[in-house]
């Protein structure tokens, strides 16, 4: 069976600037795949070129076997990829119910995920509905992301550094509800920092260094051999 993701040789850069040089990976369906790596590595610019905000510039990005590298990002979310990005990009203006309601009426896909749907997962978010989103903390901002996400009905999640900045307790809790998306069979590509966060929810883990891959593995050997982690992140 062919996996729902496979990145082949990809090779990307901003401008004269190469950043990605032949990554390859897959992600299974119902997989929690993470990418690990220290700041700069090409975590993003991985997410990215799935996505087509930076479209690669040789290699081939196949979903569902068809390969979408250079797709308008548009194009990539209406055939079933959500990206939920670092800096979140929620509309500042808008109030809470607006902000999924704007993703309502662009969802194009049909699925279990509504408005109701995604209150349900973040209560929080129901209290504050009225609230503006310039007005959110960090964490409530980046449940929002998630949650406007979810409205399109993705059959892959991309969750670019979704726990950086944030309170332990509101990590602890975005831990549990990604871990819940997982449980629920949504495939999800995880980028990130947080080690501890990043191999609890992981089946498979691909630690990149200088846009490229260094180590492609289950989670499960990074978990029980320290030593390796340390060596391959350089902590």
Same mark, same amino acid.
């Given at each position: 069976?062919?996996?729902?993701?496979?990145? $082949?040789?990809? #090779?990307?850069? =901003?401008?004269?600037?190469? %950043?990605?040089?032949?990554?390859?990976?897959? %992600? /299974?369906q119902g997989e929690c795949v993470c990418l690990l790596g220290? /700041?700069? !590595?090409?975590?993003?610019?991985?997410?990215?070129?799935?996505?087509?905000?930076?479209?690669?510039?040789?290699? #081939? !990005?196949?979903?569902?076997?068809?390969?979408?590298?250079?797709?308008?990002? =548009?194009? !990539?979310?209406?055939?079933?990829?959500?990206?939920?990005? $670092?800096?979140?990009?929620?509309?500042?203006?808008?109030?809470?119910? $607006? /902000?999924l309601e704007v993703a309502r009426r662009a969802a194009g896909r049909p699925g279990r995920w509504t408005i109701d749907a !995604?209150?349900?997962?973040?209560? %929080?978010?129901?209290?504050?509905?009225?609230?503006q989103g310039g007005f959110l903390s960090g964490g409530e901002q980046q449940m929002l992301t998630i949650a406007r996400t979810l409205m399109g009905n993705p059959e892959l999640l991309l969750l670019d550094e979704p726990? $950086?900045?944030?309170?332990?307790?509101? %990590?602890e809790m975005l831990l549990t509800r990604i871990g819940e998306l997982k449980a629920q069979g949504l495939t999800i590509l995880l980028a990130e920092q947080g080690i501890e966060f990043s191999l609890a929810l992981a089946d498979r883990v691909y630690v990149l260094e200088k846009g490229a891959v260094r180590f492609a593995g289950p989670a499960t050997q990074l978990r029980s051999d320290r030593a390796l982690l340390d060596q391959l992140l350089a902590l």
């Open positions: 069976m062919s996996a729902l993701l496979a990145l $082949e040789d990809v #090779h990307a850069a =901003y401008g004269l600037s190469r %950043v990605l040089f032949g990554i390859s990976l897959e %992600v /299974n220290r /700041n700069g !590595v090409g975590k993003t610019t991985t997410m990215r070129s799935v996505m087509g905000l930076t479209p690669p510039s040789a290699g #081939h !990005v196949r979903f569902k076997s068809r390969d979408i590298a250079g797709w308008a990002p =548009y194009r !990539v979310a209406r055939a079933g990829i959500g990206f939920v990005p $670092e800096d979140r990009r929620i509309f500042a203006e808008l109030s809470v119910w $607006e /902000n !995604v209150i349900e997962l973040f209560p %929080v978010l129901g209290a504050l509905r009225d609230r726990s $950086e900045g944030l309170a332990p307790l509101v %990590v």
